[in-house]
């Protein structure tokens, strides 16, 4: 028991937070192409016509939407890994 004691006290390992960093910075930016590729993939032969703009206004808006949503949940995660990667410190989070 006192071994795996001993072995919370150790930090996580710099290759992995940076590897986490570098993966969702790739991730953000290029979840953000993907969705702006589809929606200009989609038909707009009457792009000038009101009804037809308010539906591709919408759809912009969805892709916003979902594009802030990954970008919080996402950065969220990698700040609340990197809180709990220290169990034992003087967070309010903390034990």
Do not use: M
Not at 6 to 25: E, G
Not at 45 to 57: C, G, I, M, S, T
Request: with cysteine; net charge negative; charged share 15%.
């Amino acid at each position: 028991i006192s071994q795996l004691f001993n072995f919370a006290d150790q930090p996580t390992s710099f290759f992995y937070i940076h590897f986490i960093y570098l993966i969702s910075s790739l991730y953000l930016p290029l979840f953000s192409l993907y969705c702006v590729n589809e929606v200009g993939s989609l038909p707009n032969e009457n792009y000038y016509d009101v009804k037809d703009q308010a539906y591709y206004l919408a759809i912009d808006a969805a892709v916003c939407f979902t594009i802030f949503i990954q970008l919080v949940f996402v950065i969220g995660l990698r700040t609340l890994g990197q809180k709990l990667s220290n169990p034992f410190g003087t967070d309010f989070e903390d034990l």
